[in-house]
């Protein structure tokens, strides 16, 4: 019965703020209690400041924001 508490979330880690609105932020704050993270680019040819910015920066970013979480 895990599926009624696993919810998908769009975004884009590499913007200010997840790429998500202000509503959804909010929502998130105050009930999730577990972050699944695994946006990557495992492209090997990637140019080094993409794959900073997507394998560190964005990490770094969801990170902090986990740390708003009220159920964490």
């Known amino acids: ?3 009624s508490k696993v919810t998908a ?10 790429g998500i609105s202000n509503a959804q932020t909010e ?24 794959s900073l910015q997507v394998n560190v920066v964005s990490t770094q970013r969801l990170l902090a924001f986990a740390k708003t979480m009220v159920n964490m």
Not at 9 to 18: A, F, N, Q, R, Y
């Open 1 to 3: 019965g895990f599926e």
């Open 9 to 18: 979330v769009e975004g884009d880690l590499v913007l200010e703020g997840l």
């Open 27 to 50: 929502e998130l704050r105050q009930n999730v209690s577990v972050v699944l993270h695994c946006a990557a680019t495992v492209n090997f040819n990637e140019k080094l400041t993409i």
